[in-house]
T-cell receptor, first 112, second 113 residues
Framework: DTAVSQTPKYLVTQMGNDKSIKCEQNLGHDTMYWYKQDSKKFLKIMFSYNNKELIINETVPNRFSPKSPDKAHLNLHINSLELGDSAVYFC???????????FGPGTRLTVL | DAKTTQPPSMDCAEGRAANLPCNHSTISGNEYVYWYRQIHSQGPQYIIH???NNETNEMASLIITEDRKSSTLILPHATLRDTAVYYCIVREGSGGSNYKLTFGKGTLLTVNP
């Protein structure tokens, strides 16, 4: 199926650990995003990549490091996890000329 | 990007039209109105967008007032699967590499049997 996929769907880990979330899209899009949805359900953009280049970097702690090995993948690595990092993380993609963003199913991260 | 105001919640009977309002009184001439929805535990889904003309697609219709200070998303025949949080977003342009969406609190639409 054509889609935006994320792994893992659920991630439970201890404070201080380092973890990664992976995102892949097979829609042929050239722009990918990471969003964070906190416990109050606010959905905020974190990063955007266009053709593997970082375009948008919102005020995100530098413990968060996105990596785009190719146009179809945008991974999110988080160092020294904190309780406040608990949230649902959504990956999204689009073709630069089109306004419609396609979102993945989300990764629920719980930091204990 | 202009600020939007939406009611926090609305109810609709199954099979009836759902009309979701959005106020964007500070919208500027080159800003588009976008609607997305988020069904529980899923990623947001694009519905429709427009600049000043009314738009219709297979999911919904978007009615934008002549002064562009408000708009209404219409789901013509709501089903239980349309229960979701609906986000009205105003932003400049419809493309480009630095295009991003700023989500507000949205409207929780509950479709009742």
């Amino acid at each position: 199926d054509t889609a935006v996929s994320q792994t893992p769907k659920y991630l439970v880990t201890q404070m201080g650990n380092d973890k990664s979330i992976k995102c892949e899209q097979n829609l042929g899009h050239d722009t990918m995003y990471w969003y964070k949805q906190d416990s109050k359900k606010f959905l905020k953009i974190m990063f955007s990549y266009n053709n593997k280049e970082l375009i948008i970097n919102e005020t995100v702690p530098n413990r968060f490091s996105p990596k785009s090995p190719d146009k179809a993948h945008l991974n999110l690595h988080i160092n020294s996890l904190e309780l406040g990092d608990s949230a649902v993380y959504f990956c999204a993609s689009r073709y630069m000329r089109d306004p419609e963003q396609f979102f993945g199913p989300g990764t629920r991260l719980t930091v204990l | 990007d202009a600020k939007t105001t939406q009611p926090p919640s609305m109810d609709c009977a199954e099979g009836r039209a759902a009309n979701l309002p959005c106020n964007h009184s500070t919208i500027s001439g080159n800003e588009y109105v976008y609607w997305y929805r988020q069904i529980h535990s899923q990623g947001p889904q694009y519905i429709i967008h427009g600049l000043k003309n009314n738009e219709t697609n297979e999911m919904a219709s978007l009615i934008i007032t002549e002064d562009r200070k408000s708009s209404t998303l219409i789901l013509p025949h709501a089903t239980l699967r349309d229960t979701a949080v609906y986000y009205c977003i105003v932003r400049e342009g419809s493309g480009g590499s630095n295009y991003k969406l700023t989500f507000g609190k949205g409207t929780l639409l509950t479709v009742n049997p």
